[in-house]
């Protein structure tokens, strides 16, 4: 029999230089990389609060030691992200992940506040809905769930633009399916979006050109 529901979080280790470079300018090269650090710690911190099966979908692959240093939860399972674009990655996750499990839910690791309140609701809403989406303010999802794993909903998208949920809201149409779509919430992205980190998070930096 399957499983209920895995969520899988899609993940890039935290590496100076080379994570969140877009807020390099306003926290600079070791600040950015601290917050990309802290919202990948934040959002396996509520998946795993919610009591169901967690996976890290990761690049690099699970077995790089650089994951070793992040002390991360021993609950929590592993794979590695496949090739291609973030579309293509999260195809193939799914299309694994509903192998084993009745079904699935796609987070990232951009948004600090989302809860594992948030997580459980749009796990409920599954039970009723073939979808369940909760956008972000900036265009994109901060999440993503469903039974079904359809190429269309991942092929031919300009990823990171404000296009990304009204595409996938298309295609999910096209596709007949019920949506639940829940209350937007805030990504962090761009220096002007540090204003909605947690309070405390930007202790200790100064933020320039923000």
Same mark, same amino acid.
């Given at each position: ?5 895995? $969520? ?35 959002? $396996? ?16 692959? =699970? /077995?790089? #030691?650089?994951?070793?240093?992040? /002390?991360? =939860?021993? #609950?929590?399972?592993?794979? %590695? ?22 079904? +699935?839910?796609?987070? %990232? ?9 948030? $997580?459980?609701?749009? +796990? ?5 809905? !073939? #979808? ?7 265009? %994109? ?16 998208? !300009? ?23 829940? !209350? ?13 980190? =947690? ?7 100064? +933020?320039? /050109?923000?």
């Amino acid at each position: 029999m399957p499983k209920d529901t895995l $969520i899988i979080i899609f993940a890039k280790f935290p590496a100076q230089g080379m994570a969140k470079t877009r807020l390099q300018p306003a926290l600079g090269v070791a600040g950015a990389a601290q917050i990309a650090r802290k919202l990948l710690l934040h959002s $396996i911190e509520q998946a795993v609060a919610t009591g169901l099966t967690v996976e890290l979908c990761v690049s690099p692959s =699970p /077995n790089d #030691s650089c994951w070793q240093t992040l /002390n991360l =939860p021993g #609950s929590v399972q592993w794979s %590695g992200q496949a090739e291609g674009d973030l579309g293509k990655r999260m195809l193939t996750a799914s299309q694994q992940a509903l192998a084993q499990f009745k079904q +699935v839910i796609l987070i %990232g690791t951009d948004c600090p506040s989302l809860s594992t309140t948030q $997580i459980r609701r749009a +796990v409920r809403q599954l039970k009723t809905f !073939e #979808s369940v989406i909760i956008p972000a303010f900036d265009g %994109g999802y901060v999440l993503f769930g469903f039974k079904q794993a359809c190429a269309s909903l991942f092929s031919n998208i !300009e990823w990171s633009t404000a296009s990304v949920a009204t595409v996938t809201q298309q295609r999910i149409t096209a596709l007949n399916w019920s949506l639940a779509l829940l !209350e937007p919430l805030n990504d962090i992205d761009e220096p002007a979006d540090l204003k909605y980190l =947690p309070v405390g998070w930007l202790d200790g930096y100064r +933020v320039t /050109n923000s």
